[in-house]
């Protein structure tokens, strides 16, 4: 018999497998344990744009991924390449920066959502 640890949806399991033809397992949810269960934490809402207007300059998500921070808020200047966002894609940090220079009119996202290839995660005017 081997035993694996598998994490299903933030929730982790121990299961045993009992070796042999697939036809001779029987399947039960009584080889499935609850081991832990992770905390889930609860989103924060994404901060409103200033004056309630979405800029010209659109900043998309190039892959998907969830958001670990947002280093530039509504209301703030940057410069070009300065960064606005840190996405986490495949266990790796990438920096959103800015197109262009300009004044951050919007955030769209806020910091633990998940994102997907192309959303729109800020824009600039």
């Known amino acids: 018999m081997k035993t694996y640890t ?3 949806n933030g929730n982790v399991y121990e299961v045993s497998v009992e070796e042999g033809a697939a036809s001779e397992v ?16 609860a989103p924060k809402a994404a901060p409103k744009a200033v004056a309630g207007a979405q800029g010209s300059v659109k ?6 991924g969830k958001i670990l921070a947002i280093k530039a ?5 940057v410069k070009k390449g300065e960064v ?5 894609a495949m266990k790796m940090e990438n920096e959103i920066v800015a197109p262009s220079d300009g004044t ?11 994102v997907e290839s192309g959303e729109v995660l800020a824009t600039m005017n």
């Open 73 to 77: 808020n509504a209301g703030q200047h």
């Open 26 to 41: 029987p399947v039960s949810t009584t080889n499935v344990h609850s081991v832990k269960q992770a905390p889930k934490a």
């Open 6 to 8: 598998i994490t299903v």
């Open 104 to 114: 951050i009119a919007s955030v769209n996202v806020a910091v633990g959502s998940t």
């Open 84 to 88: 606005i966002l840190i996405l986490e």
């Open 59 to 64: 900043v998309n998500s190039p892959m998907p």
